[in-house]
């Protein structure tokens, strides 16, 4: 049984071996040959920062390592007609005062696997040409002697798009910070901005807060939030980018005590630029704050009404703070009221409170993902209503209570659930329902 025992291990090893390296396993069987390893189109954004861009292109020579590659790099304008044929473009070849090939000849050792080629793009000068986005550089790779090129694998055509010199934010244009009812003092919220070239300048730049923005973001969005109390929030970091350094991260500092509850939010512009542009498209960014509420304690609801419910699985069960317990749409003769969708369930408050947000746990067995969409209503009267909040945990699972928030913060001392959509057929329950909100005044 040793022996067997090791014999394996030696043809493991062997196997082990064979296979080690199997995308390398023809440098060493096959003839030579050199190709570009990103043969095909390489499309390069130039970002005119006013100095040249340089573009390298690796080549690879394959098979038994023992012989010397002469090779050179032709511009071919015959390979332009090609490209437009395959492509549906009507492509010109790139002027040759627009850029520069470097060696264009080059000779890789006999043991030399890799070498590059490099051509260099005058940036600043294509930029003002009117068809600058037209170009199109067919690059031919051909080789001298014994080693070969692949002819599957050497063309290369460069298609250069200039952009400007832009910085920005480099995260969403919206931000939402959610800050727990345990948290106390100040809050941090990064904001990336960067430029997405290799920076060599000191750069300047304003990040402010922008009123205007906020506005037009309320009037996109439907909602209606406001800045908060002056003294709460504060810019912090160097409003500059390092040479040699693409970003730099400032920080949004919220203080909580001073906030007050509910959503707010804080719009920031980029401006001002030292050197270069600001990116449009990544000029603002508005980050939305919800202060969470207090929980409304169960001993202030009371179930109003409700379409129906299964058995002993009634209603109150899911204000009841017994996460064992649970309501139940009715699905047969025992219970009451309705056995389809929507199933609506009305909650009075002892005090008209001013909600931001709803909690809810789902089962915890083999049905858990029963629950799956409706929405939430608040009303000061029970019949006129104001949507609040809607939920949808899609087709997958869940544990533990799952948030919903209020895009704005609704006042009002009715609560109604509907629900109107299932996982399982017309099958829906729920555990226990919370609310988070501010007493009004």
């Known amino acids: ?96 005062e627009y850029y520069q090939i470097v060696k264009s000849k080059q000779t890789m050792d006999p043991s030399q696997q890799k070498a590059n080629f490099q051509v260099v793009f005058k ?26 090129i692949n002819q599957n694998k050497n063309i290369v055509y460069i298609a250069p798009v200039v952009k400007p010199a832009t910085l920005g934010f480099n995260c969403e244009k919206t931000l939402q910070t959610v800050i727990p009812t345990t948290a106390t003092g100040k809050i941090e919220v990064e904001l990336p901005i960067g430029t997405p070239f290799d920076n060599k300048w000191n750069i300047d730049f304003t990040a402010s807060f922008d009123q205007a923005l906020l506005d037009r973001w309320n009037e996109e969005n439907g909602v209606d939030y406001h800045m908060p109390v002056e003294g709460s929030y504060e810019l912090v970091g160097d409003q ?108 009075k408050l002892s005090a008209t409170y001013k909600i931001s947000e709803f909690e809810i746990l789902r089962r915890n067995d083999q049905y858990n993902t029963d629950l799956k969409g409706g929405y939430f209503e608040v009303s000061m009267d029970n019949i006129n209503w104001t949507r609040a909040a809607t939920f949808d945990f899609g087709t997958g699972k869940s544990t533990g209570y799952v948030s919903f928030y209020c895009p704005t913060a609704v006042t009002g001392k009715y609560i109604k659930m509907v629900i109107t959509e299932s996982n399982r057929g017309t099958q829906v329950s729920v555990h226990e329902l919370k609310a988070h909100g501010e007493l009004s005044k």
């Open 240 to 347: 500059k980018l390092v040479a040699g350094k693409n970003s730099q991260t400032l920080k949004l500092v919220i203080d909580k005590d001073k906030l007050g509850y509910g959503w707010f939010a804080v719009p920031i512009r980029l401006s001002n630029p030292s050197k270069f542009e600001i990116d449009e498209e990544r000029s603002t960014c508005v980050v939305t704050i919800l202060n969470r509420m207090e929980e409304i304690p169960h001993s202030l609801w009371a179930v109003e009404s409700y379409s129906g419910y299964h058995g002993t699985e009634v209603p109150k069960n899911m204000i009841d703070d017994n996460e064992s317990t649970r309501w139940h749409i009715r699905w047969n003769s025992t219970g009451a009221g309705t056995t389809t969708l929507p199933q609506t369930l009305v909650f």
């Open 123 to 148: 940036t600043s000068l294509l930029n003002e040409n009117p068809n600058r986005d037209r170009f199109i550089l067919p690059l031919l790779l051909t080789s001298e002697g014994e080693v070969e």
């Open 1 to 96: 049984m040793k022996r067997i025992y090791n014999i394996g291990w030696i043809i493991s090893g062997i196997l082990l071996l064979a296979g080690c390296d199997i995308s390398n396993r023809d440098n060493n069987l096959s003839e030579s040959l050199v190709y570009f390893i990103n043969e095909g189109e390489n499309n390069i954004v130039l970002y005119n920062t006013g100095e040249d861009f340089t573009y390298t292109m690796p080549i690879f020579k394959s098979g038994l390592l023992n012989k010397e590659a002469n090779v050179e790099l032709l511009v071919n304008s015959k390979l332009i007609e090609q490209y437009n044929k395959e492509n549906k473009t009507t492509s010109e070849l790139l002027p040759a």
